[in-house]
């Protein structure tokens, strides 16, 4: 074995993981072997140990695969941007396990007071899912802000869309939106970094950006073409709104989102193909 390479049993004994979990991260992308052996044997460095170091810290901060691949991706500054929002969710799922103590707790002495008391019971969960989904928003917009979305989204969708859109959404809590927050922020430092490289919209990599770009839309329209095209009515809105007007802003610069839309239309045209 050359000097500084570990065949995969030492590497993954050294990482104290499974050479089962070092063929998968393989498999997905996420970490591949320095070199292989002419026998095919993979052989792994001190540096794929640094990154496999990483990888295993972001996992343990509750970071999906695909979301550390895209953090190791783009560097330092986006891996900031991505920890303080996931400090952010674990804070909130903290308050949101201290929140269903707190039902319990008020359900056993229900129990211990009356125990066919089911309707107060129920009262109390149901008070308390409504604490946690209705508040949240007004942490991070005013009145004036919400009012300004509500009324962009009243203009841009259909009442049927509106009622779809209000049926999925009525258990989406602020987790579920940091959550989101976060994809949407490494997708946006991606587009950044390629801009700032001089990729061309059709390169493999911006075009992988494009389809990631896609999937997160395609998320929230769910492949529906009535809010699919509500949702372009929505923005095309925003766009108009002056600066001080609109109720949340991009970070990418109009020259950035460009190359964005011209990647994500170069994708859209090779699916149609």
Excluded at 67 to 87: M, V
């Amino acid at each position: 074995m050359d000097h500084g390479l570990y065949h995969s049993g030492a590497f993954a004994q050294k990482a104290c993981v499974s050479i089962r979990t070092l063929r998968y991260y393989d498999k997905v992308g996420l970490l591949s072997p320095t070199q292989y052996t002419e026998a095919g044997y993979r052989l792994y460095s001190d540096q794929d140990f640094s990154r496999l170091q990483q990888i295993l810290a972001l996992k343990f901060l509750g970071f999906s695969l695909d979301d550390i691949k895209h953090c190791l991706q783009i560097g330092p500054t986006g891996l900031l941007e991505s920890l303080t929002l996931q400090k952010a969710m674990m804070r909130e799922q903290r308050t949101r396990l201290d929140a269903v103590i707190t039902a319990i707790d008020e359900t056993e002495k229900l129990l211990q007071a009356d125990r066919e008391n089911w309707e107060a019971i129920i009262n109390v969960i149901q008070v308390m899912q409504m604490t946690q989904n209705d508040d949240w928003q007004k942490k991070y917009f005013s009145d004036e802000q919400l009012q300004t979305m509500q009324r962009l989204s009243e203009d841009s969708y259909t009442a049927e869309d509106k009622q779809k859109i209000a049926e999925r959404g009525k258990n989406w809590t602020e987790a579920d939106q940091q959550a989101i927050t976060q994809r949407w922020g490494v997708v946006f430092a991606r587009a950044k970094r390629l801009f700032a490289e001089g990729q061309d919209p059709g390169s493999p990599e911006s075009q992988a950006l494009a389809k990631d770009w896609l999937g997160l839309v395609r998320e929230f329209t769910q492949g529906d073409p009535s809010i699919t095209t509500g949702l372009g009515r929505y923005y095309k809105a925003y766009n108009a709104l002056p600066a001080e007007q609109k109720p949340f802003s991009f970070p990418m610069s109009q020259e950035e989102w460009a190359f964005a839309q011209e990647a994500v239309k170069l994708y859209s045209q090779n699916e149609q193909q």
